[in-house]
Structures are given as structure tokens and as C-alpha cells.
């Protein structure tokens, strides 16, 4: 990559934090980085490559620096979100402000100076599949599951259910952006992440943090601090699980072939690594025990819990999220790797790293049971 600069909102989370490691260990990046917290960036604070801004994108103060940070980029990537489940009924108000209404004024700014903006949307903005509306004696076909960029319907549940608070700003987001393409042709592309797994993902709550977290670590949280580990209405949901590693292969392909990557929608996730949510506490709980030595932990308690009880009233599940990745195979060439229980064992082996073994307040407690 020769002399590229580029702007990223939302750099020290999750996401944020793996493709700074990426970009930064690249000659000729430089980056303006924003967000609210940079715990999970602090060993790339003092490069002087990164101008890292402490900053709510919602103060006018930071939309003033914001406009000349991008008129100087080469493109702008989206990754500031409040993507929990467990806020989106709870926080509607700040889901939709955080994930909307905060971020219009951003993509107006790459609008009127013509910057790619590379959006970090959600696979939410499917919704439910068509499969979960058929009866279960009825026909299911693939294009009732599959998810494909261009052609699957975005199905959502009521307003009363407000778990689509989030899934609708996304959509609305996704919308505005095409619609700036249509109107004035800025350049775009949507990524549509399907529940990517790896290190630094969540806190574990009551250690660096506190509420539900994701279910990757929801079920570490459990098995680290001998709690159950939690099935939402019986872990029937299905999800596809994506190593951070690969994700973030895509995102620098698409940095690199910038012609193919302009003017899509990619989902990114792994088709081969389907699982219940169910198997997944079975196989987390099997790989942790290989982690640690200790079998005792393939057999850590796991129990069904109410989704109303677990989330409060308003949440409603995705049942399924099966990708297709055509399209990141055509432009991109791109396709993942890395199998469920690798992932799963370089990301929980990292949590243990640094919840159990680095940390002498927190031994991993034996199991309830
Ligand atoms: N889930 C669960 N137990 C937990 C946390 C989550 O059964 O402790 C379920 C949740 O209901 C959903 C799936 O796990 O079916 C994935 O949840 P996550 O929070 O990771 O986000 P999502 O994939 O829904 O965006």
C-alpha cells in the first residue's frame, strides 16, 4: 500500500483494534483514529502513523476536526456502533443515536468531498429468514436461509419488539449510503459482518466490565467464574462463526483492490462453521477443557434460560445466518479459513491468557455444578 491515509471511527473496539494491528504493521499507512476509549489500542498509541482523537462523534467540537481529517483521507471506514444485543431493548434510544443519527452527519461529510466510505453494518439487517415463517411440514428452500447481498429480503419484527432497534438504524444507515452513491456518486462499501470470533471481542462482566455481553464471551464469563453457561430460549439459534483473522483478510483485500471492492455489499462470514448456539456452548466447553487440562470442564453446567428473563421484554431472536460469500469470493477472492475449533481455540486460549493466567485476582473457579 503506497502513501495511504484513512480515517477510522470507532478504532479502539473490537474490530477497530485487529485492523489497526494490521494497517499499522504496513508501510506508508497513516490513519486518523477515533473513539471513545483506547484500552484495547494502547501499544499503537505513541506510533506517530496513528493521530488517535479521544472523541464523541456526536459534539459538533469533533464533526469541525472530523471534516478535515476526511477531506485529507483516502477513505473513511465505519466502525463506530453500539452492537450488544443485550442494549437494544434495554437502551433503544442510545442504539439508535449511536448507530444513526450520529453518524448521518459523517457520511453527508464524505458525501459532499466524494470519500470511499467502507460501512461496518451488521448481518442484523437481514432480520429473520423466510424459513423461520414457513410451518414446519412446509418446503424450505435455500433462498428461504441463505443470505445473499443483493437479493434476500430484509424481513423485521414489530416495533414493540425493540431487539430490531438496531438492526433498522443499520438498515437505514446501509440506505443512506446507497442513496448518496445514486445521488452524487460516492464511492462505498458495506460489510455485512456474520459474528466474528477472536480475541479482545467482549469484556467479561465483572472483571473489565459489566451487563451481558456477546455470546462468545457470555459463555467464557461462565466458564471462567463457574457460573452456567446460559441457552437462550434452549440455544437453538443459529450462527455462523468467522475468525477475526480472516475478517480482517477481507478488509485489507478490499484496501488493496479498491476497484473491486467500490460499490458492493460483502457479507463476510464462514459458511462451513454453522452451529446451534447450543453446540456452540457444548464445543467452547470441550475446547476449554483441552485449555486448561482440566476435563472437569467438559462437563461445566449449561442450562436453558427464557429469552425475557435473560434480555427483558422487546427481544426477539435471528434464527439463522447462513452467508452466501459469493460475492467476496468473485471480487475479492477471498475466502475464510480457519475452522470452528481453531478459532474457537486461538480465541479462547487469548481470553484465558489474559483473564486467568495473567490476572491473580481471577483464577478459573471450579464449576457449580
Ligand atoms: N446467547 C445465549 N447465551 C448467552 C448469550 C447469548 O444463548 O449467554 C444467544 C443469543 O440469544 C443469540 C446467540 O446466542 O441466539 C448469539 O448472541 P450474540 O449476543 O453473540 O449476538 P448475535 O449473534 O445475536 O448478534
Known sequence: ?????????????????????????????????????????????????????????????????????????????????????????????????????????????????GKWIIHFSTSEVYGRTLSSYIPSDGEVRDDHFVLREDSTPLIMGPVKNQRWTYASAKQVVERLIFAHHYESGMPFTIVRPLNFFGPRMDYLPGHDGEGIPRVLASFMSALIDGKPMQLVDGGTARRTILSIDDAMDAVMLMLERPEQARNQIFNLGNPHNEVTISELAQTMRRVYASITGDPSFGRHPIVSVPAEDFYGPGYEDCDRRMPSIENARKQLDWSPTKSLEQTLLETMADYHATYVCSSAAAPARRPEA
Not at 7 to 25: F, K, M, N, T
Not at 31 to 55: M, T, Y
Not at 58 to 80: F, M
Open 1 to 113: 500500500m503506497n502513501e495511504f491515509n484513512v480515517v477510522i471511527l470507532g478504532c479502539g473496539g473490537y474490530i477497530g483494534s485487529h485492523l489497526l494491528d494490521r494497517l499499522l504493521a504496513k508501510d506508508g499507512v497513516s490513519v486518523s483514529g477515533w473513539d471513545l476509549e483506547n484500552r484495547k489500542i494502547e501499544q499503537h498509541l505513541d506510533d506517530p502513523r496513528l493521530r488517535f482523537h479521544l472523541a464523541d462523534l456526536g459534539s459538533t467540537q469533533s464533526l469541525a476536526e472530523l471534516e478535515k481529517e476526511i477531506d485529507a483521507a483516502d477513505a473513511v471506514i465505519n466502525l463506530a456502533a453500539i452492537c450488544n444485543p443485550a442494549e437494544y431493548n434495554t437502551e433503544p434510544l442510545r442504539v439508535l443515536k449511536a448507530n444513526l443519527f450520529d453518524l448521518q452527519p459523517v457520511i453527508d461529510l464524505c458525501a459532499a468531498a
